[in-house]
T-cell receptor, first 115, second 111 residues
Framework: GAGVSQSPSNKVTEKGKDVELRCDPI?????LYWYRQRLGQGLEFLIY????????KSGLPSDRFSAERTGESVSTLTIQRTQQEDSAVYLC?????????????FGPGTRLTVL | EDKVVQSPLSLVVHEGDTVTLNCSYE??????LLWYKQEKKAPTFLFML????IEKKSGRLSSILDKKELSSILNITATQTGDSAIYLC???????????FGRGTSLIVHP
């Protein structure tokens, strides 16, 4: 598969539970981004990685959110003690390099529903 | 704070119509403007614009940037039902590696 993949595609969880969302970027892409999209809203930046480092975590909404990336490849976004307001589609994107002019390729997203 | 505003928020047309979607921005140290098409969940890249007045074209879609007016338009001619999607505009500025996205324009094309 040449594209960005994400799993699971859908996740339904109960309030207070922890969830892990996974992103597999395009092979060789050094930059990886996480976005959140609430219903009817635009893309909300969460965090990006250059290699395994996260230079910009400014978009993480609270300390319940964390992300890591290993092997300059797969990334995991973890949401602890989920709340109903966390319900959204979580999109991952990768690009060859971070920065302007580097086209971001998006994955299919994970739809998270917190009951 | 960088800002990207798209208009209209939604648009309903019939097949064969031509549509124009707008994107205006306020950013520090503009670098590029990007258009994406979002069907279901994943946005797909359409165009990246960096220079004013130069039209980018792909089939029935075209886009142009006006740096003086701080805006861009995306034109779709002879619309088809497959053009139904949310069209997202994003602007990248020199101070950040992260583009700022607008809320999108929802386009519905009826047969």
């Amino acid at each position: 598969g040449a594209g960005v993949s994400q799993s699971p595609s859908n996740k339904v969880t109960e309030k207070g539970k922890d969830v892990e969302l996974r992103c597999d970027p395009i092979s060789g892409h050094t930059a990886l981004y996480w976005y959140r999209q609430r219903l009817g809203q635009g893309l909300e930046f969460l965090i990006y990685f250059q290699g395994n480092s996260a230079p910009d975590k400014s978009g993480l909404p609270s300390d319940r959110f964390s992300a890591e990336r290993t092997g300059e490849s797969v990334s995991t976004l973890t949401i602890q003690r989920t709340q109903q307001e966390d319900s959204a589609v979580y999109l991952c994107a990768s690009s060859l390099l971070a920065g302007v002019g580097n086209e971001q390729f998006f994955g299919p997203g994970t739809r998270l529903t917190v009951l | 704070e960088d800002k990207v505003v798209q208009s209209p928020l939604s648009l309903v047309v019939h097949e064969g119509d031509t549509v124009t979607l707008n994107c205006s921005y306020e950013v520090t140290n503009f670098r590029s403007l990007l258009w994406y098409k979002q069907e279901k969940k994943a946005p797909t890249f359409l165009f990246m614009l960096t220079s004013s007045g130069i039209e980018k074209k792909s089939g029935r879609l075209s886009s142009i940037l006006d740096k003086k007016e701080l805006s861009s338009i995306l034109n779709i001619t002879a619309t088809q039902t497959g053009d139904s999607a949310i069209y997202l505009c994003a602007v990248a500025s020199g101070g950040s590696y992260i583009p700022t996205f607008g809320r999108g324009t929802s386009l519905i094309v009826h047969p």
